[in-house]
């Protein structure tokens, strides 16, 4: 496991942007799948936003158009650019890891679902007021 930690959430005005990082522990953070979570009160957490160690790209319906995930590794670090903000974006933001190691997947987005990753970030709150 990895360890995660989040920053640049906060306060924005609908059609704002801000921009999420997720720094990680250790020194093969470039062999990791990463993704971008976010749970609202009240529901479930949702996939937002997944980059592969590969760089291969996945998107949310919710988010496609309006976000880009980017990764540094050199900087062992994972970015989530949001535009074009909506009340409804309004979340917790949690960055994930998945078990490194160049892992192959199969089946259909298996990037997109909570239980391919291993570790959590404690997450950053992003409110979004209309």
């Known amino acids: 496991q990895v360890a995660l930690v989040e920053s640049g959430g906060g306060l924005v005005q609908a059609g704002g942007s801000l921009r999420l990082s997720c720094g990680a522990s250790?020194?093969?953070?470039?062999?990791?799948?990463m993704g971008w979570f976010r749970q609202a009160p009240g529901k479930e957490r949702e996939f937002v936003a997944a980059i592969s160690w590969t760089e291969w790209i996945y998107y949310a319906d919710s988010v496609k158009g309006r976000s880009t995930i980017s990764r540094d590794n050199a900087k062992n670090t994972v970015y989530l650019q949001m535009n074009s903000l909506k009340p409804e974006d309004t979340a917790v933001y949690y960055c994930a890891a998945d078990k490194g190691g160049r892992t192959y997947y199969s089946g259909s987005n298996p990037l997109s679902r909570p239980i391919t990753y291993n570790s959590w970030g404690q997450g950053t709150q992003v409110t979004v007021s209309s």
């Open positions: 250790g020194r093969t953070f470039r062999d990791y799948a």
